[in-house]
């Protein structure tokens, strides 16, 4: 059972936005940076956003990271169905002193 | 352009260990950490550590502790993951992923190698 609590699964139809929200506590989220990751079917994980907010080069401004205290979030605005995966969040935990992922969100976009 | 190249799977009995190698190319090798991260059928990823590739020190996920061995191959920009007492739960796609640049104080994964599958079966 992971330290960062994620939603299983979300739904939403292309076009939308949706949030995907990552919780944790001032040993993870609350005091380091937080990454988001996606991965799609069958592939090995891809940096989304690190250091919060920040997007590497080659990532859509559609993908936005945010953090406010002890909790992190995801946005994907403009959704298409190429953006079904799964998404995990990950941050330093000072207390486990292990990188934490989050479960994982499955995102489907009907 | 930056590529991370694992060898092939694996198959292992109970007790035995297990070898996986991650090639480098496309940068400074030496620049950055290497982690290893490792996720089971349907799971989530599970960080087991994490080397310096200037020092060579490593620190390690304590759920892994005395059985993973992280090591490098400078010269040839290798980076190898040894994981012994093999169990059945140990199955498992085992990623290596570029950490950040040393001494940075955050922590990221970029790029990602394809995977490499173990699986631990007697």
């Known amino acids: 059972q992971s330290v960062l609590t994620q939603p299983a699964s979300m739904s939403a139809a292309p076009g939308q936005k949706v949030t995907i929200s990552c919780s944790g506590s001032s040993s993870n989220i609350g005091n380091n940076y937080v990454c988001w990751y996606q991965q799609l079917p069958g592939t090995a994980p891809k940096l989304l956003i690190y250091e919060n907010n920040k997007r590497p080069s080659g990532i859509p401004d559609r993908f936005s990271g945010s953090k406010s205290g002890t909790s992190a979030a995801l946005d994907i605005t403009g959704l298409q169905t190429g953006d079904e995966a799964d998404y995990h969040c990950a941050t330093w935990d000072g207390s486990l002193s292990v990188v934490a992922f989050g479960g994982g969100t499955t995102l489907t976009v009907l | 352009q930056v590529q991370l190249v694992q060898s092939g799977a694996e198959v292992a009995k109970p007790g035995a260990s297990v070898k996986v190698s991650c090639k480098a190319s496309g940068y400074t090798f030496t620049a950055y950490y290497m982690q290893w991260v490792r996720q089971a059928p349907g799971q989530g990823p599970e960080w087991m550590g994490i080397i310096d590739l200037i020092r060579g020190s490593t620190a390690y996920a304590q759920n892994f502790q005395g059985r993973v061995t992280i090591t490098r191959d400078t010269p040839a920009s290798t980076v190898y993951m040894e994981l012994s007492s093999l169990r059945s739960d140990d199955t498992a796609m085992y990623y290596c992923?570029?950490?950040?640049?040393?001494?940075?104080?955050?922590?990221?994964?970029?790029?990602w190698g394809r995977g490499t599958l173990v699986t631990v079966s007697s």
């Open positions: 992923a570029r950490g950040p640049r040393i001494g940075a104080n955050y922590n990221l994964f970029d790029p």
